[in-house]
């Protein structure tokens, strides 16, 4: 069976982090996705601190985002916290509006220094890539997306594919799938709201119970070298619900 893992972003209005951590252990999980938040300012004390919390509930963090200017200016430190914390893949996961760039160039020059920032990381093991949302499926000017330079500038990144940000991007995520489907390493299990639904949540709901067609979804991601399904909520009012209702539903995919 596949096991779903767990982004800590989605409790991050839920502290304390170490009761979290066991609030996902006695509930079935073995597995969770780390970002900066909860590590980018931890010395190594804390790190190792951070990991024996993980392993007093016999959690792995094989994945962890990192933000780019520490992929590009502390790579010592980046590399560092990984392997402390014992992952396997790193994703960068967004870019600041003011940062995006504008047109089809811009984007490809952006895939290919994601890519140069991702030698270091490949070359000391790890699988590196990009987290998408949906800003990366509109339609530029010459008729490509942001998502599609990225990968022509940089085609030896890995994808962590975010499918409810690609349906919220207007997208086909089996379309995405099928194209690019080698390039998916990790992926994000979250769902959409019916519209109009769980505004004071951002319109998201936990797995199953929202619109995105996840067991089909399934299906086809089995089909890719995607090792990583983690579950994600953008802001969750419930986290025990979240917790408890998504792996239910996941479990039956």
């Known amino acids: 069976m596949t ?15 170490s009761e979290v951590l066991i609030k ?11 970002y900066g938040g909860i590590y980018a300012n931890l010395d190594e004390a804390g790190l190792h601190a951070l990991k024996a919390d993980l392993e ?27 392997k402390i914390l014992g992952m396997e893949a790193i994703y960068c996961p967004f870019l600041m509006p003011d940062q995006r760039p504008s047109d089809a160039g811009g984007w490809f020059a952006f895939g290919q220094r994601l890519a ?17 949302h949906d800003f990366e499926f509109q339609t530029l000017a010459d008729g490509s997306t942001p998502q599609e330079q990225i990968f022509a500038g940089g085609p030896d990144l890995a994808w962590e594919a975010d499918i409810a940000w690609v349906v919220r991007g207007k997208a086909d995520p089996f379309a995405w799938i099928e194209s690019y489907g080698k390039r998916i390493r990790a992926v994000h299990v979250k769902d959409i709201a019916p519209a109009g639904e769980n505004t004071d949540e951002d319109g998201w709901a936990d797995v199953g119970h929202g619109t ?22 953008d802001n969750p009012k419930d986290l025990d ?13």
């Open 3 to 17: 096991e779903l893992s767990f982004q800590l972003y989605s409790a991050r209005n839920f502290p304390t982090l």
């Open 24 to 34: 996902l252990s006695q509930a079935g999980y073995s597995q969770v996705e780390g």
């Open 56 to 82: 007093a509930g016999g959690l792995t963090m094989p994945t962890g985002h990192f933000g780019l200017d520490m992929l590009e200016r502390e790579p010592a430190r980046a590399l560092q916290i990984a």
């Open 116 to 132: 140069e920032a991702g030698k270091r990381y490949q070359d000391a093991g790890y699988v590196f890539g990009w987290h998408n």
């Open 212 to 233: 995105v067609p996840w067991k089909d979804l399934m299906d086809a991601l089995r089909k890719t070298p995607a090792k990583h399904f983690v579950l994600e909520h």
């Open 241 to 253: 619900r979240l917790i408890s209702r998504s792996l239910a539903a996941f479990e039956t995919y």
